[in-house]
């Protein structure tokens, strides 16, 4: 009878411990989800700038690089554009997938050498 007692005694013991595991493993899986979104996010940031700072640098008109950073940004970011000297700058700033205060701004900046220039007093 003792071991009947003892064995009895746990039941339900692995239906507690699953009761707070399974809620944290959940939790741990949402959260690498949203680092892999806001990573994606960044990385179009990263791609969108690029090509808008390759476009000013071809002397394209700024609405065309505008239209071409949008077009591999991420829906809803805003894309400035800027020229300072021989450097064209491109700034993309895109809010990640997110609600309230998950959704963070993502952005990256290119800079770029404008083609006219290069060679120039050589």
């Not at 990385?43 to 239209?67: K, L, M, S, Y």
């Amino acid at each position: 009878m003792p071991r009947c007692e003892r064995r009895c005694g746990d039941r339900g013991f692995v239906t507690a411990e699953a009761a707070v595991a399974l809620p944290v493993l959940v939790l741990f899986s949402l959260g690498l989800v949203w680092a892999l979104l806001v990573a994606a996010a960044q990385i179009q940031c990263v791609d969108a700038a690029r090509a808008g700072a390759r476009a000013a640098a071809r002397q394209d008109p700024p609405g065309a690089v505008a239209e071409v950073a949008r077009g591999a940004a991420p829906s809803g970011a805003e894309v400035a554009v800027s020229r300072e000297g021989d450097l064209v700058r491109v700034r993309v700033v895109a809010r990640s997938p997110g609600i309230g205060s998950l959704a963070v701004d993502v952005t990256h900046e290119a800079v770029a050498l404008a083609e006219e220039t290069v060679g120039v007093g050589s």
